[in-house]
């Protein structure tokens, strides 16, 4: 029986210990809040998200707490042209095999807080704030805030973007201020007038800012999300501006845009932050997840949706004994790095899309009303359409998998050192649950808000291979904001 600490409660953190008690190993979940919560508003999930909480156990409950939509609709913010729609009907989800959906962050979460508080091998300890972490033989000591600390089989560090355990595994210091401010207020869908209601994620684009917006909390709100270029000096997260302020940064858009601004109230704002990717996540048997490992803008709604994949993979490469944990830590570095290091640089790629002036903003609109459904869901098939998160890999583990030269027996995998063979074991059916072929007669299937579709053939996993990376080390210290918080905001 194996013990591995996840420092973090969010999203990412919660997922992971989902991911990983379905393997049989103890998991003890190390919040730094006095409770656990998740701030935030309105959420997107494309199918690879809705995939991956598949394999959680999650989908069907999710499905009945969301939105689904109808399209992504782009529209020029200055003019009120309407450029393109990505169609999300039964087309898009018969070639992704799912549905793309919005839900609200808080209702998302307590899904997965449920499912952790009713599994017995997951221990929620609220109030335990990581701060580092030391290596024993054999073992990882995870270190808090309050001078005491447990020992563990692995760590992983899916403590946000100012994680303490990335400070000390990777230490590239603060986040980068991209010079850009989000502002987010929730509005009564009620309050909205009924021509501007549209069961889509509809973006207004201008000159050096954008507006999105799209029901959530089962269309009952409607929630709005606008962004500037305005250079802020410091970073802060949270913080609660007068409506004139919004008003006054988007007063270059079209009524239709305004209108809807103008319904918001208690506005609160974030500067967005991101970090340059890395190469390397492992330290050994400790990890990092979600935006601990790759924190990005988001400009690609996909931040929760990278953080559900890591769990998924991660869950996956741990079914093992413990020797083997850092070799397959090593292995979850390599074989997601790349993909995530491509969505980071969509979302910063994405600005200069949504925030086009002149006659780059006209290029753009001829270009983008001329795209078809299809052509349109070929661009995003990469990323909308995969089910298999552990891609090609693009930095190699130094540690060479131990499966590669163990035994099975009817008894188990054996201890590698002991029975040196090239045969590769099967998988253990033993604790299949989440991720597991075992686990539904729904794995081969798709979720959608209407009910399971017809099976379609799995594409075959990718079997990655090795190189090395090399690895800084870095100060424990956690960064934060000028406003006190440490967390980005928390939709898209």
């Known amino acids: 029986m194996s013990t591995i600490a996840v420092a973090g409660g969010g ?18 979940v190390c919040e730094r809040n006095a409770q656990f919560t998740e701030l935030g508003a309105g959420i997107q999930l494309a199918p690879n998200g809705m995939h991956a909480l598949d394999r959680l156990g ?13 399209e992504l609709r782009f529209m020029d913010g200055v003019t009120g042209e309407h450029v393109v729609a990505m169609p999300l009907d039964r087309h898009y989800r018969d070639r992704f095999r799912n549905a793309y959906v919005v839900v609200h962050r808080g209702e998302l979460y307590r899904l997965l807080l449920d499912a952790c508080r009713s599994h017995a091998r997951i221990d929620l300890r609220a109030a335990h704030a990581v701060v580092g972490y030391a290596h024993e033989p054999d073992t990882v000591r995870v270190l808090l805030a309050d001078g005491a600390s447990l020992g563990a089989d692995a760590l992983v560090g899916a403590d946000g973007l100012h994680s303490a355990v990335r400070a000390q595994l990777v230490g590239d210091g603060a986040p980068r ?5 989000v502002y987010r207020s929730i509005v009564p869908m009620e309050r909205v007038p009924t021509h501007l209601r549209h069961m889509s994620v509809t973006w207004w684009a201008g000159p ?27 970073t802060f997260s949270g913080v609660s501006v007068p409506a004139s302020e919004v008003l006054g940064e988007f007063g270059a858009l079209c009524e239709s845009a305004r209108r809807l601004l103008e319904l918001g109230a208690d506005w609160k704002a974030w ?10 996540w492992t330290d050994g048997r ?10 990005m803008l988001h400009y690609a709604a996909q931040g929760a949706c990278m953080a559900l994949e890591d769990a998924v993979v991660l869950g996956e490469l741990l079914d093992c004994p413990a020797g083997w944990f850092a070799a397959r830590l090593g292995r979850y570095n390599a074989v997601r790095r790349e993909r995530t290091a491509r969505v980071h640089r ?17 290029a753009r609109n001829k270009a983008l009303s001329a795209m078809s459904p299809g052509e349109l869901y070929d661009f995003v098939a990469w990323l909308h359409g995969t089910r298999e998160f552990a891609g090609s890999p693009s930095v190699t583990p130094a540690i060479p998998d131990p499966e590669e030269s163990s035994a099975y027996t009817l008894g188990g995998r054996l201890d590698p050192t002991e029975t040196p063979t090239s045969r590769t074991p099967p998988r253990s059916s033993e604790n299949a649950a989440v991720g597991s072929p075992a686990s539904s007669a729904r794995s081969a299937g798709t979720y959608t808000l209407g009910g399971w579709l017809a099976p379609a053939e799995d594409p075959q996993p990718v079997t990655p291979a090795r190189s090395h990376r090399s690895r800084a080390a870095g100060s424990p210290a ?15």
């Open 177 to 181: 201020n991209s010079g850009i401010t």
């Open 58 to 70: 999650l989908a069907e409950a999710v499905g009945r707490i969301a939105v689904p939509v109808g």
């Open 208 to 234: 050096g800012r954008h507006f999105v917006h799209y029901p959530i909390a089962g269309g009952r709100f409607l929630n709005l999300a606008p962004s500037a270029e305005n250079a802020p000096a410091e």
């Open 478 to 492: 956690s960064p934060r904001s000028a406003a006190g918080t440490t967390e980005s905001p928390k939709s898209s």
């Open 286 to 295: 400790v990890a990092l997840l979600g935006d601990a490992a790759h924190p």
């Open 11 to 28: 999203i990412g953190g919660l997922a992971s210990a989902l991911a990983l008690a379905a393997r049989g190993h103890d998991i003890v």
């Open 346 to 362: 969509l979302a910063r790629d994405s600005i200069a899309l949504w925030h086009a002036a002149d006659a780059a903003a006209e």
């Open 271 to 280: 500067v967005l932050v991101d970090r340059e990717p890395v190469d390397g």
